[in-house]
């Protein structure tokens, strides 16, 4: 099970950071509508929802949701993504896989993907082709 686990993880990872990068780093600050967070913010909040679900649902230590300040431009933003993914991945190689951390870790994905779905949107109203999908 953690094998799988930690594959499908990759799968996310990749993605996610395939659809990070295929924003141009000065267009981060890109919002398809002033409502809206921009590009930076959102890849931003999946970072800190991979760490904040890490915390609660796979590491299942009691985390209020307490966002950092925002990353200021692509490179940190995904140096973040980045660690959070790695965070998220060695604490799945290191606890063991019960139900609840199951559960815990496909919520993460959930939450992963509805967000890069969003990202891969925002993407297209820059006319840029997002990254094509891997399974």
């Given amino acids: 099970m953690k094998a799988q686990l930690l594959s499908t993880l990759e799968n996310a990872r990749q ?24 590009f930076n913010e959102l890849l931003h909040h999946i970072g800190y929802g991979i760490a904040w679900c890490n915390d609660n649902y796979i590491l299942q230590k009691n985390a209020d949701w307490n966002p950092p300040a925002i990353t200021k431009d692509a490179a940190a ?18 606890v063991d ?11 993460t994905l959930d939450h992963i993907t509805h967000h890069r779905g969003q990202a891969t949107t925002y993407l297209r109203c820059y006319d840029i082709t997002p990254p094509e999908y891997t399974y």
Avoid: C, R
């Fill in 97 to 107: 896989t019960d139900e609840k951390v199951i559960h815990g870790f496909y919520a």
């Fill in 15 to 38: 993605y996610t950071m395939n659809v990070a990068t295929a924003m141009p780093a000065d267009s981060y600050a890109f919002k398809p509508d002033a409502a809206i967070w921009s």
């Fill in 77 to 94: 933003t995904q140096e973040y993504l980045s660690k959070s993914f790695d965070a998220l991945q060695k604490s799945i190689e290191n």
